[in-house]
């Protein structure tokens, strides 16, 4: 049985879900609806995937006959839209960041908990085969001890992706909401959880911005991320990087071709551990586990507990960033 579901967003995600990754997905899931404020982009969309167009969530609510619900909209709008899903009963994949308050986390998940459904977060990086590799060789000892972990994303905002609301001059803009969840996922896979966080930032122009973070594990371990906009992308960036007593593990993410890998690297030499991938692969895994951990009555990969961690350090890291710096630490879940 094919899962019927909304797409709500048809912007420049919407766009690749609709195109690239939807299509190759007609076994699992059907695109009944397309959802969108903007007439002619939920048109095009619809048309493209046969699907009815609609202006609003309620209004597709009130005329399809729905299974769930894919959020691809801007920040500010996910927390609402995912909990108007779950209360109309319909599984949701919400993209990231989950949330912008720790009290909109705490109500996605009290609405899933109330309509017993499937909430998977669009959050990539934990899908990746490099990452995941990278796991499987910190827990086989192939590293030996961990000592440090570092995270770099830097690239420039193509014409698509620079919305005034990504951009800036409102509270969910800029880089830290925009990326900070995601590496802060794939350092959570990587060293587990995370206590305490500082953060620095500098920005000039629109989409010119630079954001570093300073965060402390559980387990001790430190790390830093360092987000850059306004600097060419390359090709493949080594955007993760392990530091062990044997060996240090690099991962490499590629936007363009089929060729990011992880690698572990010692003093002998350099060693592929995982399959060439895309990091666009990850869209299509993100909603393939989706609908299995639906039909297989399973957790989906990335979750509401894992979105909520990830939310949470970028919190503590924009509470850091208003008090000059200071390392915040996170406090218990609450
Ligand atoms: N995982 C990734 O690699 C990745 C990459 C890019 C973007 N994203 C995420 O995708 C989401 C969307 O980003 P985007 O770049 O597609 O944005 P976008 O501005 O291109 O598209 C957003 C669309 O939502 C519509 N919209 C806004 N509010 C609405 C509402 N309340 N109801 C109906 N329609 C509404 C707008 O008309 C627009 O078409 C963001 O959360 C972003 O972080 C994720």
């Not at 009963?89 to 109330?114: M, Q, W």
């Not at 796991?135 to 905002?157: C, K, P």
Request: proline content about 4%; glycine content about 10%; aromatic content about 4%.
């Amino acid at each position: 049985m094919t899962l019927r579901i909304a797409l709500v967003g048809a912007g420049a995600m919407g766009t690749i879900m609709a195109r690239d990754v939807y299509p190759a997905l007609v076994e699992q899931v059907t695109v009944a609806a397309v959802v969108d404020r903007d007439r002619h982009r939920r048109a095009e969309l619809a048309d493209g995937l046969g699907a009815r167009a609609y202006g609003s969530l309620a209004q597709a609510l009130a005329a399809e006959h729905l299974d769930g619900v894919d959020v691809r909209l801007p920040h500010a709008a996910h927390a609402d839209v995912a909990v108007e899903a779950l209360d109309a009963g319909l599984h949701v994949l919400v993209e990231k960041p989950l949330a912008l308050t720790a009290e909109d986390c705490r109500r996605a998940a009290s609405a899933a908990d109330r309509a017993g459904r499937v909430v998977a977060i669009a959050e990539n990086y934990p899908h990746l085969r490099a990452v995941r590799a990278a796991r499987a060789a910190i827990d086989d000892g192939a590293v030996g001890e961990v000592l440090a972990l570092r995270s770099t994303r830097a690239y420039t905002l193509g014409d698509e992706w620079a919305r005034p609301w990504r951009l800036g001059g409102e509270a969910a803009s800029g880089l830290l909401w925009d990326q900070g969840t995601h590496h802060t996922s794939m350092l959570r896979v990587l060293g587990g959880e995370i206590v305490a966080v500082a953060a620095h930032r500098a920005g000039g122009a629109a989409g010119v911005e630079t954001v570093t973070l300073d965060v402390r594990f559980a387990s001790g371990l430190l790390g830093s991320s360092l987000y850059c906009w306004g600097t060419p992308a390359r090709a493949v960036e080594t955007e993760g990087l392990v530091l062990g007593t044997r060996a240090q593990l690099d991962i490499d993410v590629a936007y363009e071709r089929p060729d990011g890998v992880a690698r572990l690297v010692d003093g002998t030499g350099s060693r592929t551990i995982c399959a060439a991938e895309s990091y666009y692969d990850s869209h299509r895994w993100i909603v393939a586990d989706w609908a299995d951990a639906i039909a297989t009555d399973r957790p989906p990969l990335v979750g509401l507990a894992a979105a909520t961690a990830d939310v949470r350090v970028v919190l503590a890291a924009r509470e850091s960033l208003a008090r000059g710096g200071a390392e915040v630490p996170l406090g218990p879940p609450t």
